[in-house]
């Protein structure tokens, strides 16, 4: 074995490749050939999509675990530790069973150069074999045709929305973006949309392959009623649904698609009304409009776009506070700050940018211009975000929230600092 640490394992991978991303199936799939050259024994399901893929990934999990099956969930990036991003029956993998994947895959390779992310997909493959999972759930890293995740063909596809993001990458536009998308349905199988105004390429991709094609609002809908919701096809119908445990408006089209998927496969993988009534009642997701009450209540949301800043947006409206709303404010050099900025005006009264470290990350400074370009005037940057939580909860007010958005990035220290969270009324403890 090359290292013996987790630590080592990944460090050495961010080195290991010229070029941090590079989209396409070439080395993932000969080193997959060379791992299992037979097709996965287990159920795949693919989840594809700008914004709202971790949210469906968990809902799969919770309702697919709840009845009785044995799972394997793979998200990106993670918050807190590189475990998160592979789980089996809702566990993180272990560090020993990550090691020994990561070595496996090293010695399986040859003289093909992988990126880190490649790595953690062949990873997760591997460890989900280990484990004899009845089904994987395989969240979509970049767009989805050239992605490492669709080397493994999917017996269902969920793509959850398509907004403007990567563009050096998948294209400056949604129709673009929407053919990238599309790239993880597969002739035959089950290829859901999610999203209500679905790009014309994506839809002719979907169509041209041969796909069961399934679209919110012409193939299933949902509607809110009160406290529970209803579901409906034009084969099936669950009414007193109970709302999903994710806050958030939004949740409900994700669970709305999530249902789809499932009912798609159900002669595949039948589903109980009491396990999509406690997979609901039981899905948990960090950094996901994510509130932690007190005095004053704070929310992590690692919306990093304009699509998912007006998620955001909505869900602040949908929870009005009786004070200011504040935000601490991270954000990588790629994302459309300008966007995120309009999303957001009429909700935020209190700017906090924050600088994000490392090769990607966006200085206080940039979004101190941007927010002046904007004719924003309540601002307050500050060089570290843990810096800023203190400062913003020194200011603030009984009936005052502060929301930390932006970035995994921005989201993660302030996980990280924990013994804070069951006390929000209290100072932000430092980071040690």
Not at 19 to 47: H, K, M, Y
Not at 75 to 102: K, W
Not at 225 to 234: F, L, N, S
Request: proline share 5%.
């Amino acid at each position: 074995m090359r290292f013996t640490t987790l630590e080592d394992w990944l460090r050495w991978q961010e080195t290991l490749h010229p070029r941090t991303i590079e989209l396409g199936l070439g080395r993932v799939q000969a080193v997959r050939q060379r791992l299992r050259p037979q097709p996965p024994p287990f159920t795949v399901i693919t989840v594809g999509g700008t914004n709202g893929k971790g949210s469906c990934v968990a809902f799969l999990d919770a309702i697919l675990r709840a009845a009785g099956y044995r799972t394997g969930a793979y998200t990106s990036p993670h918050l807190l530790r590189y475990n998160e991003r592979i789980r089996i029956n809702g566990a993180e993998v272990a560090d020993r069973a990550l090691c020994q994947a990561f070595a496996r895959i090293d010695q399986a390779r040859g003289d093909h150069s992988l990126t880190y992310f490649e790595f953690g997909t062949l990873a997760a493959l591997e460890l989900f074999h280990d484990a004899r999972v009845d089904v994987a759930v395989l969240e979509v890293g970049l767009g989805g045709r050239l992605d490492a995740v669709n080397t493994v063909d999917a017996d269902a596809a969920l793509v959850v929305s398509i907004g403007i993001d990567h563009v050096d990458w998948l294209g400056p536009d949604r129709d673009c973006i929407g053919y990238e998308k599309a790239g993880i349905y597969r002739p035959g199988h089950p290829a859901i949309c999610a999203d209500p105004d679905p790009p014309h390429r994506l839809i002719e991709q979907a169509e041209s392959i041969g796909t069961r094609f399934q679209r919110v609002g012409r193939d299933y809908a949902f509607a809110r009623t009160g406290d529970a919701w209803r579901w409906w096809t034009a084969d099936a119908r669950l009414d007193d649904l109970p709302l999903p445990a994710l806050s958030g408006e939004q949740q409900l089209g994700n669970a709305a698609a999530v249902l789809m998927t499932l009912h798609s496969l159900r002669d595949r993988l039948p589903v109980t009304v009491a396990a999509i009534h406690a997979g609901l009642r039981q899905t948990k997701l960090a950094g996901r409009f994510q509130i932690i009450p007190g005095s004053v209540e704070w929310i992590l949301d690692v919306a990093h776009n304009p699509a998912a800043a007006l998620v955001l947006a909505d869900n602040l409206r949908q929870r009005p506070c009786s004070g200011q709303t504040c935000a601490i404010w991270g954000l990588l050099a790629d994302k459309d700050a300008d966007g995120i900025i309009q999303a957001l005006s009429g909700v935020i009264t209190d700017w906090r940018p924050v600088t994000l470290d490392g090769a990607r990350g966006r200085t206080a400074a940039d979004l101190v211009a941007r927010l002046h370009s904007a004719s924003v005037q309540a601002i307050s940057p500050h060089d570290e975000i843990l810096a800023a939580c203190q400062a913003a909860r020194a200011a603030a007010r009984a009936g005052d929230r502060i929301v930390v958005f932006g970035s995994f990035h921005a989201v993660a220290p302030v996980l990280a600092a924990q013994p804070w969270m069951a006390h929000s009324s209290l100072p932000l403890l430092s980071e040690s």
